[in-house]
T-cell receptor, first 115, second 115 residues
Framework: AQSVAQPEDQVNVAEGNPLTVKCTYS??????LFWYVQYPNRGLQFLLK??????LVKGSYGFEAEFNKSQTSFHLKKPSALVSDSALYFC?????????????FGGGTRLMVKP | DTEVTQTPKHLVMGMTNKKSLKCEQH?????MYWYKQKAKKPPELMFV???????INESVPSRFSPECPNSSLLNLHLHALQPEDSALYLC??????????????FGEGSRLTVL
């Protein structure tokens, strides 16, 4: 079975400060990990993914995420937050070893960036 | 801009109506998905089509009927819905299902209200 947890329902950060949105996962094989962002009344937009290779993955809009196998984490980060980053963020995982597996989404974290 | 197009963006229907949601992609993807999303919750998988064949039905009630006329189009036919079916319905596509699926590309969604 695969699962993903986003322990924070909401993260508040001041504009210009660094931000972190946490994600931990559980899979039996190797994980494929993804971050998506959703603005109000919009679909999900892909930000970045980890498949193999470098543990630090760079994505869209200045976001990056660090894969940590020992801690089974894939936290989303950005060095300097913008008010326009305020949105709902979803972490998702797929077990590479299970061909039929679909994505499992975390519960989502609402990011609020205040001016 | 999303490369997955969904119509209509908004739909209001009565419990006795028959309506359809439509989804189109021209990325050459061979897997297409329907998700249902309630407010502030993660998307829930409903159906998966792989090479125009239904491969996954997540025990969705028969009042939802998917159809994949060709590799670019995905429909969701709605009949005798209940008010609790009101939600954002998201279409997504990916290169394929199984290993090396890659990321999903989502449409902007169809906001359905059942009166």
């Amino acid at each position: 079975a695969q699962s993903v947890a986003q322990p924070e329902d909401q993260v508040n950060v001041a504009e210009g400060n660094p931000l972190t949105v946490k994600c931990t996962y559980s899979v039996s094989g190797n994980p494929y990990l993804f971050w998506y962002v959703q603005y109000p009344n919009r679909g999900l937009q892909f930000l970045l993914k980890y498949i193999t290779g470098d543990n630090l993955v760079k994505g869209s809009y200045g976001f990056e995420a660090e894969f940590n196998k020992s801690q089974t984490s894939f936290h989303l980060k950005k060095p300097s937050a913008l008010v326009s980053d305020s949105a709902l963020y979803f972490c998702a995982v797929r077990d590479e070893g299970n061909a039929g597996n679909m994505l499992t989404f975390g519960g989502g974290t609402r990011l609020m960036v205040k001016p | 801009d999303t490369e997955v197009t969904q119509t209509p963006k908004h739909l209001v229907m009565g419990m006795t109506n028959k309506k359809s949601l439509k989804c189109e992609q021209h990325m050459g993807h061979r897997a297409m998905y329907w998700y249902k999303q309630k407010a502030k919750k993660p998307p829930e998988l409903m159906f998966v089509y792989s090479y125009e064949k239904l491969s996954i039905n997540e025990s969705v009630p028969s009042r939802f009927s998917p159809e994949c006329p060709n590799s670019s189009l995905l429909n969701l036919h709605l009949h005798a819905l209940q008010p609790e079916d009101s939600a954002l319905y998201l279409c997504a596509s990916s290169r394929r299902t199984g290993p090396n699926t890659g990321e999903l590309f989502f449409g902007e969604g169809s906001r359905l209200t059942v009166l």
